[in-house]
């Protein structure tokens, strides 16, 4: 070690010191390495978290249009993206400037130590500096535009295997009920590949980028050699830059890879900023009216609603006014609007033209909360959740204590049900429910809505696909747990009801209304899709 002489004092400090920086060295990359590890765990958490509350509160046509495809990708993969290139990149770009400065500083001192005047060796570091920037540059960019499209295109095959996926996963007793487990595989091994397929392309073009950075050195040197010599420099200036090239390259070689980073987080960051900017279809009101006391009264006024891209409105015109406290059976063919109905008085959708009142008061006017409190709606093809059953008669009443819950059981006679599971209030439910049958997912359905003791109940095919005696009972049941409050029920069965009133669609209005004696007497349409369902259920039903 020249410089320490014959001082072994010297040459102890000397090592302890290099030691001493080594060890910082290791321990700043140690703290680097864990906190950007978990800015980036948290920026995924705070990416998803806003994402999933954002998406739970969009209409159902919303998530209609998009499909769980996309929405899945922007929870895992984009938000994974965002918070691994987010988090790098202060670090990154933090290191690139700083090598760039040493770099500078120390070329400048070895040239000036080499006997070339301040001026020029400014000039030169300037010229190297700028010379392999904007070498480096043009290579980032050339490839950083196709590495950007290219993620892009592996983000939308993507989205589509994450379809294929979820699909198949929730449908996977229809794939085998129907021996179709080889032509679905292959569907969906056609759809991971594709997507493999588009990264490799991402890779190419994102490798493509570093290497081009590598050319650059290996031109940018042999051409620096020949304009020094063409420019007379000293031979003692032209050892100390060649050498230091090499540093310089490495951190101009990062702020690539940096814009390359830059480009494949676009994508991501333009889809989760796109989801969340989206207004909703379904706006709440800007003032939003109070309900003090709702008595229950519903009105349909000259309604018209058309899905998104139907030819013809599923509702043209319906009127309709149901008093307080009455049970009204919604009858109709097949594809006649009932659901569709309901589904208008939470504000699943809005109408066209027209409007929905409650009390007399335009459903569009209250929170959504409020409206979708008050009034209950009780879906055809309802969820239960992989949870407890305590926790999914809570859905909507998260306050409701044991005692209520249990007496939503006994109204909605789930209580043998209640019995016969383990643990009772505190048995799990399977995903899908596959440990219920068709009429116990009904009735804790139905207890479900009863726990939150709403003031209107739409109740939709409660009965549908049982046979006939279990029907009936489950309408009396149904008859017995919604006395004094409003009720419109969606059936096949009004002759198994015993309705206050039966309200008849046809051709998207209503085409009669009355009991279901006074229908079946009067109106043809009534009479003849009554016969049909009887007919059906005798066939099929009562097996
Ligand atoms: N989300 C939707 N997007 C597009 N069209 C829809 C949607 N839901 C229903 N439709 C269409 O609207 C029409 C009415 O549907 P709706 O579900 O209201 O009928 P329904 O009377 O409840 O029928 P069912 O007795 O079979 O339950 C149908 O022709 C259906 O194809
Ligand atoms: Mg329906």
Same mark, same amino acid.
């Given at each position: 070690?020249?410089?320490?002489?014959?001082?072994?004092?010297?040459?102890?400090?000397?090592?302890?010191?290099?030691?001493?920086?080594?060890?910082?060295?290791?321990?700043?990359?140690?703290?680097?390495?864990?906190?950007?590890?978990?800015?980036?765990?948290?920026?995924?958490?705070?990416?998803?978290? &806003?994402?999933?509350?954002?998406?739970?509160?969009? @209409?159902?046509?919303?998530?209609? +249009?998009?499909? @769980?495809?996309?929405?899945?990708?922007?929870?895992?993969?984009?938000?994974?993206?965002?918070?691994?290139?987010?988090?790098?990149?202060?670090?990154?770009? !933090?290191?690139?400037?700083? /090598?760039?400065?040493?770099?500078?500083?120390?070329?400048?001192?070895?040239?000036? *130590?080499?006997?070339?005047?301040?001026?020029?060796?400014?000039?030169?570091?300037?010229?190297?500096?700028?010379?392999?920037?904007?070498?480096?540059?043009?290579?980032?960019?050339?490839?950083?535009?196709?590495?950007?499209?290219?993620?892009? &295109?592996?983000?939308?095959?993507?989205?589509?295997? =994450?379809?294929?996926?979820?699909?198949?996963?929730?449908?996977?007793?229809?794939?085998?009920?129907?021996?179709?487990?080889?032509?679905?595989?292959?569907?969906? /091994?056609? +759809?991971?590949?594709?997507?493999?397929?588009?990264?490799?392309?991402? #890779?190419?073009?994102?490798?493509?980028?570093?290497?081009?950075?590598?050319?650059?050195?290996?031109?940018?040197?042999?051409?620096?050699?020949?304009?020094?010599?063409?420019?007379?420099?000293?031979?003692?200036?032209?050892?100390?830059? =060649?050498?230091?090239?090499? !540093?310089?390259?490495?951190?101009?070689?990062?702020?690539?890879?940096?814009?390359?980073?830059?480009?494949?987080?676009?994508?991501?960051?333009? &889809?989760?900023?796109? $989801?969340?900017?989206?207004? @909703?279809?379904?706006?709440? @009101?800007?003032?939003?009216?109070?309900?003090?006391?709702?008595?229950?009264?519903?009105? !349909?006024?000259?309604?018209?609603?058309?899905?998104?891209?139907?030819?013809?409105?599923?509702?043209?015109?319906?009127?309709?006014?149901?008093?307080?406290?009455?049970?009204?059976?919604?009858?109709?063919?097949?594809?006649?609007?009932?659901?569709?109905?309901?589904?208008?008085?939470?504000?699943?959708?809005?109408?066209?033209?027209?409007?929905?009142?409650?009390?007399?008061?335009?459903?569009?006017?209250?929170?959504? +909360?409020?409206?979708?409190?008050?009034? #209950?709606?009780?879906?055809?093809?309802?969820?239960?959740?992989?949870?407890?059953?305590?926790?999914?008669?809570?859905?909507?009443?998260?306050?409701?204590?044991?005692?209520?819950?249990?007496? #939503?059981?006994?109204?909605?006679?789930?209580?043998?049900?209640?019995?016969?599971?383990?643990?009772? $209030?505190?048995?799990?439910?399977?995903?899908?429910?596959?440990?219920?049958?068709?009429?116990?997912?009904?009735?804790?359905?139905?207890?479900?809505?009863?726990?939150?003791?709403?003031?209107?109940?739409?109740?939709?095919?409660?009965? #549908?696909?049982?046979?006939?005696?279990?029907?009936?009972?489950?309408?009396?049941?149904?008859?017995?747990?919604?006395? *004094?409050?409003?009720?419109?029920?969606?059936?096949?069965?009004?002759?198994?009801?015993?309705?206050?009133?039966?309200?008849?669609?046809?051709?998207?209005?209503?085409?009669?209304?009355?009991?279901?004696?006074?229908?079946?007497?009067?109106?043809? *349409?009534?009479?003849?899709?009554?016969?049909?369902?009887?007919?059906?259920?005798?066939?099929?039903?009562?097996?």
């Amino acid at each position: 070690l020249p410089g320490c002489g014959e001082s072994r004092l010297g040459l102890t400090a000397l090592l302890a010191l290099l030691v001493g920086v080594g060890l910082l060295a290791a321990l700043c990359s140690l703290l680097q390495g864990t906190l950007v590890a978990r800015l980036n765990a948290r920026l995924a958490a705070d990416v998803r978290v &806003r994402l999933a509350d954002h998406l739970l509160r969009q @209409p159902p046509s919303y998530h209609q +249009r998009i499909g @769980p495809g996309p929405l899945l990708g922007a929870l895992t993969a984009d938000a994974e993206m965002i918070a691994l290139h987010l988090g790098n990149l202060v670090p990154a770009a !933090f290191g690139v400037a700083a /090598g760039a400065v040493v770099w500078s500083l120390t070329l400048g001192g070895g040239l000036t *130590g080499a006997g070339v005047p301040v001026g020029p060796a400014a000039l030169v570091v300037a010229a190297v500096l700028g010379t392999l920037g904007l070498a480096n540059g043009l290579a980032a960019w050339s490839t950083g535009r196709r590495t950007g499209a290219s993620q892009e &295109r592996a983000q939308r095959a993507r989205d589509v295997a =994450l379809g294929a996926l979820t699909e198949a996963l929730d449908g996977v007793e229809e794939i085998q009920a129907h021996a179709a487990e080889d032509q679905e595989s292959a569907r969906l /091994g056609w +759809r991971l590949r594709e997507q493999a397929r588009r990264q490799e392309r991402v #890779a190419l073009w994102s490798a493509l980028g570093g290497s081009l950075t590598q050319v650059v050195v290996v031109v940018a040197v042999p051409a620096l050699v020949v304009a020094a010599t063409l420019l007379d420099a000293p031979t003692a200036a032209l050892a100390v830059v =060649l050498p230091s090239l090499t !540093f310089l390259q490495a951190a101009i070689g990062s702020a690539t890879a940096l814009w390359t980073q830059v480009r494949l987080t676009r994508p991501a960051l333009d &889809r989760a900023a796109g $989801l969340l900017a989206e207004t @909703p279809a379904i706006a709440e @009101p800007a003032r939003p009216r109070p309900l003090e006391h709702l008595a229950g009264r519903v009105r !349909f006024e000259a309604v018209r609603f058309a899905y998104a891209g139907a030819e013809r409105p599923v509702l043209d015109g319906v009127d309709l006014e149901i008093p307080e406290g009455r049970v009204t059976a919604i009858v109709g063919d097949g594809g006649s609007g009932k659901t569709t109905l309901l589904r208008l008085l939470v504000r699943f959708a809005d109408p066209d033209a027209g409007r929905v009142l409650l009390d007399g008061r335009d459903v569009r006017e209250l929170s959504l +909360r409020e409206l979708r409190s008050r009034v #209950a709606l009780l879906r055809q093809h309802s969820k239960l959740f992989a949870r407890s059953v305590r926790d999914n008669l809570r859905l909507g009443a998260a306050a409701a204590d044991d005692n209520t819950l249990r007496a #939503a059981c006994r109204t909605a006679a789930a209580e043998p049900l209640l019995a016969k599971l383990e643990g009772g $209030l505190d048995a799990m439910i399977d995903p899908g429910a596959a440990n219920l049958s068709g009429s116990e997912r009904r009735r804790l359905a139905l207890a479900r809505v009863l726990a939150r003791n709403p003031s209107v109940l739409l109740l939709d095919e409660l009965e #549908a696909g049982l046979p006939q005696a279990m029907a009936e009972r489950l309408l009396a049941d149904v008859r017995a747990a919604v006395r *004094g409050r409003t009720c419109l029920l969606v059936t096949h069965r009004p002759d198994l009801l015993q309705a206050d009133e039966v309200v008849f669609l046809a051709e998207g209005r209503v085409a009669a209304r009355g009991t279901h004696e006074e229908l079946e007497r009067t109106v043809e *349409g009534y009479r003849r899709l009554l016969a049909r369902r009887r007919e059906a259920a005798e066939e099929g039903g009562e097996a």
